[in-house]
């Protein structure tokens, strides 16, 4: 009888119903079973099952389980967020994996830029990292035309408040020169504070060992410093030398069109599920017209693996442009 009984469901389950992985029926395919769906008829997606923080159709695009709050087991509900760092639990222990959910990790965004436009979209830029990866709203600056003055100032303020829990990713975009054009050693430049608004001029000089002294000044968990400027292969090791838990990586020349400066797209790249320093870097290795994609990176303690901006996962960044594209056209 018992044998008929199981066969019988699963003969439902081919034909239309699905079939709970524990056993059960859930017909209205919500990822529910019915055993414990209030309204077995009606798809639920929308309702948070496991009251873990996450609605339905969430945790079935991230791939989590609808009916278990604690798929960790370290005792705290998955969508929730023990320490007020705007990163799920279930996210830093099971997608970060090296970041303790009961420990605040702050996340800055610095865009520094030597010269005074760029080509991002600034506002869908700043809604990408503000209100999507939830970085706080004070950690997200862009500043164009900078001088050396306002960069020393930026470092100085981000060294006193950057803890040893936090995530840093700085890109610094400028004028520079090569080994062979400084006598031997690299070069930058910042804007001319007598004339901001043109790119082409040069204000003050500084060698990359200079630069690497105020970057040292910052101690982060993870420290991610993403650059663009003429010769920049030159100073990678410059930057990298001596440090720890510090990925660098130039960008410049990139005949593929590598969107250092507006990393969602970089969505459409790769398939990790949540935007990481290794999208950068994986599409940097896989650009087949770079000539020396090895010579763009330091990453020796293997940072841009574990170098996440937060738990805004590239299925709902792809979702939401789907869903204005649709907007638009109607």
């Known amino acids: 009888m018992l044998r008929i009984v199981l066969i019988s469901l699963l003969a439902l389950g081919v034909t239309g119903l699905v079939l709970y992985v524990n056993g059960l029926l859930d017909p209205d395919k919500d990822g529910i079973p019915t055993h414990c769906d209030p309204e077995p008829d009606i798809y639920d997606g929308t309702v948070d099952a496991d009251r873990d923080g996450w609605v339905n159709d969430y945790e079935r695009m991230i791939g989590t389980d609808l009916t278990d709050p604690d798929q ?27 970041l303790d959910p009961t420990i605040y990790n702050g996340r800055y965004y610095l865009q520094l830029m030597s010269i005074p436009y760029s080509n991002v979209n600034e506002t869908a830029n700043r809604e990408f990292w503000v209100e999507k990866e939830r970085i706080e709203p004070d950690h997200y600056i862009i500043r164009y035309s900078v001088t050396f003055a306002e960069f020393r100032d930026l470092i100085a303020n981000l060294s006193r408040e950057v803890t040893g829990n936090d995530l840093v990713f700085l890109y610094l975009k400028t004028h520079g020169t090569g080994a062979d054009d400084a006598g031997g050693e690299p070069t930058l430049c910042f804007a001319d504070e007598k004339f901001p608004d043109q790119a082409d001029r040069c204000g003050e000089v500084i060698t990359y060992r200079d630069l690497r002294a105020y970057l040292d000044m910052v101690h982060a968990k993870y420290y991610a410093i993403v650059y663009s400027s003429c010769a920049m292969t030159d100073p990678v090791g410059v930057l990298a030398e001596g440090a720890t838990n510090r990925t660098v990586i130039g960008v410049m020349g990139l005949n593929l069109g590598i ?28 650009n087949q017209d770079d000539l020396t994609p090895t010579q763009r990176i330091s990453d020796r303690d293997g940072i841009a693996e574990r170098f996440f901006f937060g738990d805004y996962s590239k299925g709902e960044y792809r979702r939401s442009i789907a869903r204005n594209q649709t907007e638009g056209m109607a």
């Open 72 to 98: 960790d087991k370290d005792g705290l509900r998955d969508g929730l967020d023990a320490d007020d760092d705007r990163m799920s639990n279930w996210f830093e222990r099971s997608v970060a994996r090296r």
């Open 259 to 286: 969107p250092a400066e507006d990393l969602p797209i970089l969505a459409n790249i790769t398939g990790n599920n949540y935007f990481s320093l290794e999208d950068l870097m994986i599409a940097i290795r896989d």
